[in-house]
């Protein structure tokens, strides 16, 4: 089946520093999604890519639609503490299924 | 945000037992999905649906049904419950246009003992 790569699976930063993640793909995907995950809750949704090179931001938030269609970034520039969860890359491709990445978890020390 | 909700939130039972978990959205969303996430696996599709009276396997369905008899609930059933089935379960719903993203519900935490 299809699979996500994301990367890294953690990571340690101090407030205000800049976050980068990514997830890669063998397969193609029509549309990449990001979600964020707080301790006890379901993912929620941050930003929905549609189009091959697509660049979009939600505050804070950017993240870009790979010319291959086989790949994603995540930015967060100037993490504060509550950015602390864990992040999910999600593929879709012809159906309405969604692949997820295994996530990377995110700790901002104040 | 009550468009989804999942209950309970939180489950202990036996082995062998049948267990089931509710999901019911308000959105009229015609695609629903339950998903299990585990420590090192993510999350993982069980079964899925686009509509009233259809249901799909996912990657994961072995010792789990699924009915939709209605647009408002898929509720996920453990046959005979296996310690292996311990997990934080994840109910989601979408439009149903071509590509829409999922939202989840907040989960059930169910521990099979």
């Known amino acids: 089946g299809q699979q996500l790569n994301q990367s890294p699976q953690s990571m340690f930063i101090q407030e205000g520093e800049d976050v980068s993640m990514n997830c890669t793909s063998s397969?193609?995907?029509?549309?990449w999604l990001w979600y964020k995950q707080d301790p006890g809750e379901g993912p929620v949704l941050l930003i929905a890519l549609y189009k091959a090179g697509e660049l979009t931001s939600n505050g804070r938030l950017t993240a870009q639609f790979g010319i291959t269609r086989k790949d994603s970034f995540l930015n967060i520039s100037a993490s504060i503490p509550s950015d602390v969860g864990i992040y999910f890359c999600a593929g879709q491709g012809g159906s309405e299924k969604l692949v997820f990445g295994k996530g990377t978890k995110l700790t901002v020390n104040p | 945000d009550a468009g989804i909700t999942q209950s309970p939130r939180y489950k202990i039972t036996e082995t062998g037992r049948q267990v089931t978990l509710a999901c019911h959205q308000t959105w009229n969303h015609n695609n629903m999905f339950w998903y299990r996430q585990d420590l090192g696996h993510g999350l993982r599709l069980i079964h899925y649906s686009y509509g009233v009276q259809d249901t799909n396997k996912g990657e994961v369905s072995d010792g789990y049904s699924v009915s939709r008899s209605n647009t408002e609930d898929l509720p996920l059933t453990l046959e005979s419950a296996a310690s292996s089935q311990t997990s934080v379960y994840f109910c989601?719903?979408?439009?149903?246009?071509?590509?829409?993203?999922?939202?989840f519900g907040n989960g059930t935490r169910l521990t099979v003992t």
């Open positions: 397969s193609i995907f029509n549309t």
């Open positions: 989601a719903s979408s439009p149903g246009q071509y590509n829409s993203p999922l939202h």
